[in-house]
Nanobody, 116 residues
Framework: QVQLVESGGGLVQPGGSLRLSCVGSGIIFSTYTMGWYRQAPGKQRELIAS???????DYADSVRGRFTISRDNAKNTVFLQMSSLKPEDTAVYYCNAVLVRAGLYWGQGTQVTVSS
């Protein structure tokens, strides 16, 4: 059974930082491209950061320079370091694992709220 479990969300003031984690099980984690998505109320889910099995990263323009995605394959974990947070970053953040011809999996999401 495949599981992706996110943690690290919460309430933070504008300009603050948070670090999200996502632990995967039931997959050969190191072979998967991992991504972080977010969905704000009334909006579509959007991809904000991804990291391939080789460590190549990509970011949405809205978070580039403020967020950093990384992975620790020994711990089956992908991270999202978020800095200089803005109220518009408020959303549910989801972890995603994808491997062509193998599968696509989602975590349950973790709420991030940026507010003073």
């Amino acid at each position: 059974q495949v599981q992706l479990v996110e943690s690290g969300g919460g309430l933070v003031q504008p300009g603050g930082s948070l670090r999200l984690s996502c632990v995967g099980s039931g997959i050969i984690f190191s072979t998967y491209t991992m991504g972080w998505y977010r969905q704000a109320p009334g909006k579509q889910r959007e991809l904000i950061a991804s990291i391939t099995n080789r460590g190549t990263t990509d970011y949405a323009d809205s978070v580039r320079g403020r967020f950093t995605i990384s992975r620790d394959n020994a711990k089956n974990t992908v991270f999202l370091q978020m800095s200089s947070l803005k109220p518009e970053d408020t959303a549910v953040y989801y972890c995603n694992a994808v491997l062509v011809r193998a599968g696509l999996y989602w975590g349950q999401g973790t709420q991030v709220t940026v507010s003073s």
